[in-house]
């Protein structure tokens, strides 16, 4: 969520979405490999518990079953669903416990086969109202989730959204969150009235909290972001490197004015730590200052990727010069020294641009993306892209549509997709579950959860 996404759901409109086929180039002179394949569309958002608007999807896969996990706001609250055959079906979708009214979903497997899902929610009102992520676990394969763990802060009234989850080799469970002292006024943010919202103010932090007894107790909030308790900070995935150092990439603003946090633009910075979170490095920018985020842009920016030889890779969007154009950029270094900026979307226009990173094998990326640039007659549509990425390389394969059918710009999609590593693969042969969201058919027509295996790739 970037600010009000709750009432999001209930405010987008349904239009009809024409299905004209578009080709999308990508950069003069890439490689093109043969034999890349996007599977069939699943419904993932079925079942009687998930009527309504579906939307923003997170996933996750167990590398020992294969069973991939999908997690999403809808159902009443966070939608949940499974599949055990690869991304062909999924079981009907669930409400999980203690996420009604629930947003921002993230998932994760952790190292005995245990699902972590985590979401936010609001729980009191007026001065006794909390803001604070939500973890439910499952030990049976996402079949029942019986823990459920609230990382409640102490403090009454705070502001509180977007949370990431990671899971370390030894158990340890890792949350990063947006957290403020003092909840956000409606002066605080604007709102897209096809999208989600965005920040103009606040006291904004990208904040960790660890727990290493299952969830039964988190350690305190512990701030990533310099500048506590007004850093301009949001948005900070995390991920852990074998040998337990903790990486994160966060969305860092400008703050303008001190007394009243009012933000300017923002960019993307990495830093790391080497004593479980207790201390961070100093924040690396990714890019030049030139290329920023504006306080418009509503879907959730920036992701981090590691491949199984530990390079790391970071993707974003930037709006500068009113274009909006999806980056990459990577490190073999674990993050010391990044490389220069790789363009991802060919398009200039701006359009949103939902840009995430999956690492693959040795120096191979994949990179997912969703947007609305997309021209279905006279009116924007949304389609669900993908391509592989080589360090050594370059751009590998095409540029892959995901999606079969298009989406409505008018209808909220949710502000992430879903990128997983299919276990099985061999160098050449390797295949990616993605899935995104998406309104289909008429004006009343509801935004969905949508899945595909895309195959072939290096």
Known sequence: MRGLKLTRQ??????????VMVAV???AGAA???GVVAGPVAQVSHGS????????????????????????????????????????TFSAGIELPGSGFGWDPAVVVGPAGQ?????????????????????????????????????????KNNWGDRDFIAVGADGTIYVTWDYGPHNLTAADFVCSPTGSCSFVAGDLNAVLQRSTDGGRTWSKIIPISPGFPGSGADSAPILIEPGGRLDVLYQGYHVLNRRTLKLGVAHSYFTTSTDDGRR????????????AMNTSEWWIDGSLGIDSAGNLYA????????????????????GRVWSRLVRVTPDNDNAAHIVQVLGGGPRIAYIGWLTDSVRCGKVACYAQYLRAYSIDHGWVTRTVRVSSNYGNWRVWPGDT??????????????SVAVSWGSALGGRRANSEIWASVVSGLP
Request: charged fraction near 15%; charge should be neutral; aromatic fraction near 8%.
């Open 10 to 19: 209930t405010k987008v409109i349904s239009v009809l979405a024409a299905g």
């Open 25 to 27: 180039a990508g950069p």
């Open 32 to 34: 093109v490999r043969p």
């Open 49 to 88: 518990a998930c009527t309504g608007q579906n939307a923003e999807v997170e996933t996750a896969i167990d590398p020992a079953t294969g069973n991939l996990y999908e997690e999403w706001i809808g159902c009443g609250g966070i939608g949940f669903a499974r599949s055990t055959d690869g991304g062909k």
């Open 115 to 155: 699902v972590y899902a985590a979401f936010m929610v609001s729980r009191g009102s007026g001065k006794n109202q909390r803001s604070y992520p939500v973890v439910d676990i499952s030990a049976d394969n996402g079949q029942t989730f019986p823990t459920v763990s609230a990382l409640v802060p102490p403090r």
């Open 280 to 291: 961070w490095s100093r924040p690396m920018r990714l890019g030049p200052a030139r290329l």
């Open 315 to 334: 993707t974003w969007d930037t709006q500068s010069g009113g274009h909006d154009i999806g980056w990459l950029a990577f490190s073999t270094t674990h």
């Open 417 to 430: 997709i879903g990128l997983s590593l299919v276990p099985g693969g061999t160098p050449g042969s390797q």
